[in-house]
């Protein structure tokens, strides 16, 4: 990386002098993602699809609808767990057979 910025900084040509300082003030970065291999790629295609969601939805009236029509999309939705309903029959019927 630093030989890269060397040779582009002692360059003649204006755009790759350009280029060499635009590496040394992006190096930290450059280095890191070569490093780790981390991307902003996965943030910006969510952002992508809620952007496509808010466009498509032409306003909505209540955030809870425009938040789950996201949520679904993006398939993270967790609905709410069902509450236990007690039988309505507490005991057996009797058989008069």
């Known amino acids: 990386m630093d030989k890269a910025i060397a040779g582009c900084i002692a360059d003649d040509v204006e755009e ?3 280029l060499g300082k635009t590496l040394t003030s992006w190096r930290t970065e450059i280095v890191a993602h070569h490093r780790t291999g981390a991307s902003n790629g996965p943030t910006e295609g ?5 952007k496509k969601v808010k466009r498509c939805g032409h306003g909505f ?26 039988p309505i029959r507490t ?4 058989s008069n057979a």
């Open 16 to 18: 790759i002098v350009s």
């Open 46 to 50: 969510l952002n992508l699809s809620v």
């Open 61 to 86: 009236r209540s955030f809870e609808n425009y938040r789950l029509l996201v949520l679904l999309h993006a398939g993270g939705v967790r609905w709410p767990e069902r509450s236990v309903v007690p």
């Open 91 to 94: 005991r057996s019927p009797h």
